[in-house]
């Protein structure tokens, strides 16, 4: 039996999409290049989150970085010599083009930073 797990859009109620990232967590933790995880440092300030991922043996042509709203996707691409998937869920959204990487001796740093919450409030006119 396999299972494919689908990530829902945001359309989707945000119970379902938590159950996902969940199963991606549950599944990825499964699966980890020589059987242990990466080791990874966080640390945060008030725009940003900082991330530090060792990943010996990579090159930056052999990572992909993808990030969708508050969740960090890591991935090592197919000619990588070893495989790589990690996934990190931050507490509020990601802003994507204000955010850098750099792999330097083995270690990505990533400085995420924290997109400002947008309200969504409406304002009624009362008839």
Do not use: C
């Not at 930073?113 to 969504?120: D, H, L």
């Amino acid at each position: 039996m396999f299972l494919t797990p689908t990530l829902r859009t945001l359309s989707y109620s945000p119970a379902l999409r938590s159950f996902d990232r969940s199963f991606e967590r549950f599944i990825g933790g499964t699966v980890h290049a020589a059987g242990r995880p990466a080791s990874a440092r966080f640390n945060e300030d008030e725009a940003t989150w900082t991330l530090s991922v060792d990943l010996p043996g990579l090159a930056k042509e052999q990572l992909a970085i993808d990030i969708e709203g508050a969740v960090l996707r890591i991935a090592s691409t197919e000619e990588a010599p070893r495989k790589v998937k990690l996934a990190y869920e931050f507490p509020q959204a990601i802003d994507a083009a204000a955010s850098s990487a750099r792999l330097e001796h083995g270690v990505l740093t990533l400085k995420l930073a924290k997109k400002a919450p947008q309200s969504t409030a409406t304002s009624l006119q009362i008839d």
